[in-house]
């Protein structure tokens, strides 16, 4: 089955404990992205992949870095999480038809 | 800046009372516009992308159009499990990001 998985799917922690959510994808997709999802905000855009070792910033990149080292993997690092950095979020594929492809979300609270 | 507006913010119908979603958006031109369906704790989930005035299609009880400042989400006849936030994004030329609107909540009642 095509998919897009993130782990964990919910998480608390605490200020300035860095962090780590996975983001897979088994569709050889090459367009992989992160968004959060606020209420009254939309999702918007953290930082977007075109391919492996290719990464740059979305709409909203601060606080957040990530990587790309393998086309099926995507993980989202929050380094030093705020209480700001609370959210919704997202992993995305985008297939060549430009059809996105969601993950069914991580909610991160930061105490 | 790209702009994507969604009215209402949530919609309540009777199971089918047929109704139409509105998005307004503003872009430097529009490479495509998306409607996506999201489920409470889920993942939006992909319907439509429409790319010039004009254009319609359909999938089921949906059917999107599209002009040169909005979309239209029209429901014919709902049905409870259509009951879902509706979500429109636009996507400007040169750019991959797509600029989402905050969503229309629709509940259809038996």
């Known amino acids: 089955e095509a998919q897009v998985t993130q782990n964990p799917r919910y998480l608390i922690t605490v200020t300035g404990k860095k962090l780590t959510v996975t983001c897979s994808q088994n569709?050889?997709?090459?367009?992989m992205s992160w968004y959060r999802q606020d209420p009254g905000l939309g999702l918007r855009q953290i930082y977007y992949?075109?391919?492996?070792?290719?990464?740059d910033k979305g709409d909203v990149p601060e606080g957040y870095k990530v990587s790309r080292k393998e086309k099926r993997n995507f993980p989202l690092i929050l380094e030093s999480p705020s209480p700001n950095q609370t959210s919704l979020y997202f992993c995305?594929?985008?297939?060549?038809?430009?059809?996105?492809?969601f993950g069914p979300g991580t909610r991160l609270t930061v105490l | 800046e790209d702009q994507v507006t969604q009215s209402p913010e949530a919609l309540r119908l009777q199971e089918g009372e047929s109704s139409s979603l509105n998005c307004s958006y503003t872009?430097?031109?529009?490479?495509?516009l998306f409607w996506y369906r999201q489920d409470p704790g889920k993942g939006p989930e992909f319907l439509f992308t429409?790319?010039?005035a004009g254009e319609e299609k359909e999938k089921e009880r949906l059917k999107a159009t599209l002009t040169k400042k909005e979309s239209f989400l029209h429901i014919t006849a709902p049905k409870p499990e259509d009951s879902a936030t509706y979500l429109c994004?636009?996507?400007?030329?040169?750019?991959?990001?797509?600029?989402f609107g905050s969503g229309t909540r629709l509940q259809v009642q038996p």
């Open positions: 995305a594929t985008t297939d060549v038809y430009n059809e996105q492809f």
């Open positions: 872009v430097s031109g529009l490479r495509g």
């Open positions: 994004a636009v996507q400007a030329p040169g750019r991959r990001a797509l600029t």
């Open positions: 429409l790319y010039s």
């Open positions: 992949s075109m391919n492996v070792e290719v990464t």
């Open positions: 569709m050889n997709h090459e367009y």
